[in-house]
């Protein structure tokens, strides 16, 4: 039998992420898990219905809406080897105190208060069956050190927080240096020739279309934010000047606020969502933008 892949949907407060299961006739492996608990248990019951083996759950970087959610998998699936590439694995460790106790003041119960971490995978590789999964870390996206996730056989990428669609593209996280650098990753997986990249986060819609639309939906946004950030002269400017060439769009514009907020501290209005605290990188820098007066 050949692979075949399905693709799970997780809520808006659960930053509309993407887990995607690749399954065989009778084994899976799972990439990513999720934020929320409440989308944990609803993935873990979509899993459930697959019938699946689920032998590995693979996690794609340290952001917690990609592992928060394995407390529940765990759980459900005490089988499956619980795995990310050994930086990613270093990743989560250095960070998982101080996302636990930022995300719990805001998300209370419904997310958790102990982290699950990985084992490392060495060689970047599992099958399914006898069909690969190649992981490759280093890419640039949101944040720094991504997993790139790629099955040859279907010629299917899991963009991870490299690649978004119809979805506020979270630049809290980066400068300009480090968007140029995704940049390049993005054209990088492009020059892959993929059929269809799996993004990492996206509105619903767009998810359906299975293509690879989001390589040059993530470039506009970041060229549209780039032009328009250094003509914002407040947070609420910056949103409204974004929106304006994204109208309507819902999905993680939260993410928008929160950095107008991290932006411009001093002003912006009660419309803009709370900013939950600063977003550090693994390091303990604060890796976004300087806050302007």
Known sequence: ?????????????GFNGTSTLFYGEKDAVLIDACFTLSDAHRLAAGLLETRKNIT?????????????????????????KI???????????????????????MYGKDVPDRVVFPSPLWGGKLQVE???????????????NNTMIWCPSLRVACGTDIVYNDAHVWTAESDLARRNKWRTCLRKLKEMNPRV??????????????????IDFTLKYLDVYDEVSPKAKSGDELVEMVEKYFPGMKA???????????????????KLTKLPGIFHAPGGEYQGEAARS
């Open 197 to 214: 990249v799996i993004p990492g986060h996206c509105s619903p819609e767009k998810l359906l279309l299975e293509d690879t639309s989001g």
């Open 130 to 144: 006898g069909y690969d999964i190649e992981f490759s870390d280093d890419w640039d996206g949101d944040s720094a």
């Open 56 to 80: 590995h759950i693979y996690i794609s970087h340290f952001h917690p809406d990609h592992h928060f959610g394995l407390v529940v998998l765990q759980y459900a699936f005490p089988q499956a």
């Open 252 to 270: 993680i514009d939260f993410g928008l606020h929160w950095q107008a907020r991290l932006l411009f501290p001093n002003s912006c209005s009660d």
């Open 1 to 13: 039998m050949a692979l075949g892949y399905k693709v799970f949907q997780h809520s808006y407060i």
């Open 83 to 105: 795995v990310a590439l050994p930086s990613v694995v270093k990743d989560i460790i250095f960070t998982s105190d101080e996302k636990i106790h930022l995300w719990g003041d």
